[in-house]
Antibody
Framework: EVQLLESGGGLVQPGGSLRLSCAAS????????MSWVRQAPGKGLEWVSA????????YYADSVKGRFTISRDNSKNTLNLQLDSLRAEDTAVYYC?????????????WGQGTLVTVSS | EIVMTQSPATVSVSPGERATLTCRAS??????LAWYQQKPGQAPRLLIS???TRATGIPARFSGSASGTEFTLTISSLQSEDSAVYYC?????????FGGGTKVEIK
């Protein structure tokens, strides 16, 4: 069974940092693009960042470019998101999501999410 | 950036009736369009990909269609468990973008 399990969320002050992780199982992790998608309280879904299977190519939403860094460790089947210079508007549940095909496609599997709260 | 516009924001439908949700893309996304269902406190769940292909385990009452840049999700006979927010998403071009969502309420 394909599973994604996020961790690392919590309360952080504005300007602070946090590192999220997503443990993947049940599929050949290194073959697939992975993404982070977030959802602010009471709001819709916003794609944040993506990385290809080899970990060489990354993509970011303009809202997080220069502040967030996506990475992956294929030896540990783990996806990471480093969140720096956090702002109140970054408060959200962060989901990791697997693309359906090695070169992209829709999101066929989602984690349960981890909550990041940015507040003083 | 491709803007995805969903309408209506909320739809209220009686059990057994049809619900029709619309998603419009600001430019062509071809068939690279997915629909997701999200219930309170849960992660999104894939319903439809490729504009019209149901995901594994999704009931046949859910169907998707496309006409140019306009996409439709139809729930043919609404069940109580279909109460949720539904999102469309294009995966044709970076950045990946979602619609604002349509909330389906049961009358």
């Amino acid at each position: 069974e394909v599973q994604l399990l996020e961790s690392g969320g919590g309360l952080v002050q504005p300007g602070g940092s946090l590192r999220l992780s997503c443990a993947a199982s049940g599929f050949t992790f290194s073959n697939y693009h992975m993404s982070w998608v977030r959802q602010a309280p009471g709001k819709g879904l916003e794609w944040v960042s993506a990385i290809n299977g080899a970990g060489v190519t990354t993509y970011y939403a303009d809202s997080v470019k220069g502040r967030f860094t996506i990475s992956r460790d294929n030896s540990k089947n783990t996806l990471n998101l480093q969140l720096d210079s956090l702002r109140a508007e970054d408060t959200a549940v962060y989901y990791c999501a697997k693309r359906a095909f090695p070169n992209g496609g829709h999101f066929d599997t989602w984690g349960q999410g981890t909550l990041v709260t940015v507040s003083s | 950036e491709i803007v995805m516009t969903q309408s209506p924001a909320t739809v209220s439908v009686s059990p057994g009736e049809r619900a029709t949700l619309t998603c419009r893309a600001s430019q062509s996304v071809y068939s690279n369009l997915a629909w997701y269902q999200q219930k309170p406190g849960q992660a999104p769940r894939l319903l439809i990909s490729g504009a019209s292909t149901r995901a594994t385990g999704i009931p046949a009452r859910f169907s998707g269609s496309a006409s140019g840049t306009e996409f439709t999700l139809t729930i043919s006979s609404l069940q109580s468990e279909d109460s949720a927010v539904y999102y469309c998403q294009q995966y044709n071009k970076w950045p990946l973008t979602f619609g604002g969502g349509t909330k389906v309420e049961i009358k």
